[in-house]
């Protein structure tokens, strides 16, 4: 059966792991906390654990302080992830406004200089969950060394943090100051490693950035509708359409590589909602709506009238039994839609919708609700 390109993004925050995802940039310069990252800028990453692979981006998105602090905030989807702008620190995640992760103090991974050795400790907290882990880890820098990845050969400064506890080797990430970011990282979970590096760059000079957007198009809701065309499109967008046509439709906007064969191009609803365009060989292949839409606005609904937000089994009980889960997705390929109940795998609530992806309907399929079990 055919797999369909989605933007699983991963930023999954410590548990029973010995670190947090944190990404960050190296640079052993003065300038490590001036405006290294800007709107625009984009990662493409390639991850592998013990049982599943695959490809995400991140995405800077704009710059913000809070209680007196500037933050870099990436957007993951319909995740805000907040960097400490002054050293890279990770701090705590977002969706829909609300902290969904947090580490206090922020915990730092990005070295400033080879030889630097310091201890990490923070408290990481999962809110919804009602969740507190207490974090140890001791750090140091070395290098320069030089290391290949798919997105090039660059020369990196590594952070390796042991488990203060035990110490065992808990993460190790390779920061190159010409990606501005991690090319590469090593975490250990209790399930094992799981390994990321960069396939994939999007960072302009500031000459180009003044020509191109330097964030996700905005699109007024009012204009487009509030109806998901399953197998279909959405606002004038329709699968199979040609970049330029896409450009034509909404506009330009950020994008991003993921893997060889797709560019990704991120839009955003002016009630809060990501949509993230999906392009093999120059042309629509998959539409990825993200319910990250603000507190009180109407969410966006499906062609048979299931709602971003509800319960999974309400989609179900319209479209019938899945014909397919892989990973995050439950696939009706017939009516050429699918599904996320917990697309970046830490969702407030994974019981729910979380985020509809529509693709070209496959007619050799029979209605999921029809088919034979």
């Keep these: 059966m055919r797999r369909v390109a989605a933007v699983v993004l ?5 548990g029973c792991a ?9 640079d052993s310069s003065p300038t490590i906390g001036a405006s290294l990252w800007k709107p625009g800028d984009a990662w493409g990453y390639r991850y592998e654990t013990r049982s599943e692979s695959g490809t995400f981006a991140w995405i800077m998105d704009r710059e913000e302080t809070v209680d007196g602090t500037t933050y870099y905030v990436l957007r993951a989807a319909s995740k805000d992830v907040y960097i400490r ?5 990770y701090a705590m995640e977002k969706m829909n406004g609300e902290v969904v992760g947090r580490n206090v103090p922020p915990a730092r991974l990005v070295a400033t200089a080879p030889g630097e050795k310091w201890e990490v400790k923070y408290v990481r907290e999962t809110p919804k969950e009602h969740r507190t882990d207490n974090m140890a880890m001791t750090c140091e820098s070395s290098g320069p060394e030089k290391i290949t990845v798919q997105a090039g050969t660059f020369e990196t400064l590594k952070t390796t943090c042991a488990n203060s506890r035990t110490g065992a080797l808990a993460y190790e990430a390779w920061f190159a100051v010409a990606t501005r970011q991690m090319v590469r990282d090593r975490t250990f979970y209790s399930n094992g490693w799981r390994d990321r590096e960069l396939i994939d760059i999007s960072v302009k000079p500031r000459a180009a950035l003044e020509r191109s957007p330097t964030q996700p198009t905005l699109l007024t809701r009012s204009r487009f509708g509030h109806v998901i065309e399953d197998g279909v499109g959405y606002g004038g967008v329709r699968i199979g359409l040609t970049s330029e046509e896409l450009s034509r439709a909404w506009g330009p906007t950020v994008g991003a590589r993921a893997g060889q064969a797709y560019d990704v191009r991120t839009f955003r609803l002016d009630t809060g909602e990501t949509i993230i365009a999906m392009l093999k060989n120059d042309r629509v292949e998959s539409l990825q709506f993200n319910d990250s839409r603000r507190p009180g606005e109407a969410p966006l609904r499906t062609s048979q009238g299931v709602e971003m937000g509800e319960f999974v089994d309400h989609a179900r009980g319209i479209y019938g039994e899945p014909e397919e889960r892989n990973g995050a ?28 992806l529509i693709f070209q309907k496959a007619p050799s399929f029979r209605s999921a609700g029809l088919v034979p079990r």
């Design 85 to 89: 702008k002054s050293d890279f620190a």
């Design 329 to 356: 997705f439950l696939y009706y390929y017939a009516e050429g839609i699918a599904f996320g109940p917990d697309c970046l795998r830490q969702t407030h609530d994974p019981r729910r919708v979380s985020c509809v």
């Design 10 to 14: 991963m930023f999954t925050a410590a």
């Design 18 to 26: 010995s670190t947090t995802d944190t990404p960050g940039v190296s």
